[in-house]
Structure formats: C-alpha cells, structure tokens
C-alpha cells in the first residue's frame, strides 16, 4: 500500500510537465470558445502523444511519435466504430488490447 503513495524523482526536464497541460489545456479552451466541447476533448488527448517520446535520437523519435499517434487514433476509431454496434464492442475491445499488446512488446 505504501507504494502508492510513493513519489519517484523523474529524468524529465521541467518544461514537459508545461507543454502537457498547454497540450491538454488549449484544445480544451478553444472547444469551449467555439462551443463544442466535444471536439476539444477528443484534441486534448491527441495532444499527449509527445509524452511518449523517447530520449534517443531525432530520427527514432520520429518513428516512435508516429506509431504512437497512430496507436491512439486507431484505438479511437475502433471504439467508436464499436460504439455503433453495441454487440461488437467487446470483442473489439479485446482485439485493440490484444494489438496494443503486441506493439507495445515489439517496441
């Protein structure tokens, strides 16, 4: 239980933890300016893809950043194409964990 509550130092430079709430916080403002806060939510968790970048070279970045989006959008579309058909969403469900499985080992 006590390891809940334990806080790890981080290796991350101090300007990540600002450019995440400016990527979560921003879309989030505009969809409630403009009244669809719908879309400005379905923006702000596109705006996390860069938490997954690696501390390697440009190039690998890239890569990564790339399948990282990709992931998220072809794990948003799934569900809601699931969504559409109430008797397909669990085993849609279970085909995006087992893919995102397997991608996340391969890597």
């Known amino acids: 239980m ?11 430079r101090w300007q ?3 450019c995440a709430a400016l990527a979560t916080g921003l879309p989030l403002l505009v969809g409630a300016y403009f009244d669809h806060m719908d879309y400005g939510l379905v923006s702000s968790l596109g705006g996390l893809v860069f938490l997954y970048a690696p501390n390697t070279p440009l190039s ?8 990282s989006a990709f992931g998220m959008s072809a794990c948003y579309a799934l569900g809601v194409m699931g969504h559409f ?7 849609v469900l279970a085909f995006i964990a087992i893919l995102v499985s397997m991608v996340c080992r391969f890597m």
């Open 2 to 12: 006590l390891h809940l509550a334990t806080i790890n130092a981080s290796d991350r």
């Open 60 to 67: 690998h970045r890239m890569v990564s950043l790339m399948a």
């Open 16 to 18: 990540m933890p600002f």
């Open 85 to 91: 058909f109430p008797v397909l969403l669990v085993p």
